[in-house]
Every structure is written in C-alpha cells, then in structure tokens.
C-alpha cells in the first residue's frame, strides 16, 4: 500500500514535504496525549469534585471533558490532512469555530455553579485528592501547551492546533487558580474562595473562545514560538 500524500499548506511553504509531514504526525501525536491524559484527570477531578462539593474542582473536571472534546476534533481534522494531503479550509473553519464553542460553554458552567454556591452558601469539603491531582497538572499541561504551540506556529500559525493549544493554556491557568482557591480554603475556610476561583476561569475562556471565534490565534501568543 503506498504512503498517503503529503499534507501542503501555502502558510508553511517554506518547509519540506517530509517536514510538514512529520510535524502534522506530531501535532496528531500531541493530541491523542491530550485526550487520554484529559479522560484520566478529568475522572478523577469530577469524582472529587462531587464528593467534596467543590465548584471549582467539578468545573476544572468538566474542563478536562471539553478538553478532551476539542482534542479530538483537532485530531480528526489532522488525520483528514494526512490522509487527504490537503487541508479543507471549509471543514477546519467549522472546526475551529467548535473549539470556540467548548470554551463558551465552560464558562457558563462554572459562572451558573459559582453563583448557585455562593447564593445558597454551600460549604464544601476538602479535597487532598484534588490538591495533588491539581499540582500534577501545573507541571504536564504548560510542557504539553508549548509543543502545541511550537507545532503551531511551524506549521505556518495552524489555527487549529494553535487554538487548541490555547485550551490547554486554560487548563494551566485553570490548575493554577483551581490550586490556589482550594489550597486557601484548606488553609483559611473561606468558602467564597471556590466559587471565584471558578469566576476566574469563566474569564479566560471566554477570553479564549473570542479569538478562537474570529481566528485570531496564530497571531496571539506569537511570541511563544
């Protein structure tokens, strides 16, 4: 059977077949990692969260859902260019219009459950479990987010891999706030803290989302490549 063509792109001109090609590979590499790397944490989070009853927690689990989601769809588009050697302007701008959706939808959700938490005064539990899963993902998702976008920008500014490479940077900022309000709360008891922890989130995916809509991310975070 022979090799599928080569995947080409005017954006990435410059680079060899072979180049395009590889790097095409990696980024389909990247996101079959992000998908079963996002299964396991979001398991574990949305479980913890619901045992604890922390918004913030079930909210960074369902982010790791959505993740997960827009993984494969970026993925999908991938494997259709290495099949086809070419790349479906049509079906890629569906796609990343898709990806932009996930990031709106987060955002509801965890605006909807903060304000039901503070308006009803829910007081969760802690959650050790979801400290450490937490912690893990400081250290995974910002090496995982630079590959991505590496891929990104050598493929001419991907827009797809860019803009999911953009949903990973969110689950950075999401562990890091997410660790932060529940770290605090261990410490102090302050139950608000959950809930804007999650408000912080809504913030940067809708940010997110906004230029994944109007496909502005192979320009943003140019200056990580």
Sequence with gaps: MSDPPEVKSASSAELSDDERRALTVKGLRLEQFTVAYNVVEGAIAITAGLLAGLVSLLGFGIDSAIESGSAVLVGLRLAARLKSGEIDERREHVTLRLVAVTFFILAAYVTIEGTRSLVTGDTPDHS???IVLLAASVVVMPLLAAAKTRVGHRLGGDRLILADAAETRICVLLSISTLAGLTLYAITGATWLDPVA?????????????????????????DES
């Design 128 to 130: 050790v479990v979801g």
């Design 198 to 222: 999650g408000f912080v989130i809504a913030l940067f995916a809708i940010n997110e989302g906004r230029e994944a809509w109007e496909g502005e991310l192979d320009e943003a975070h140019h």
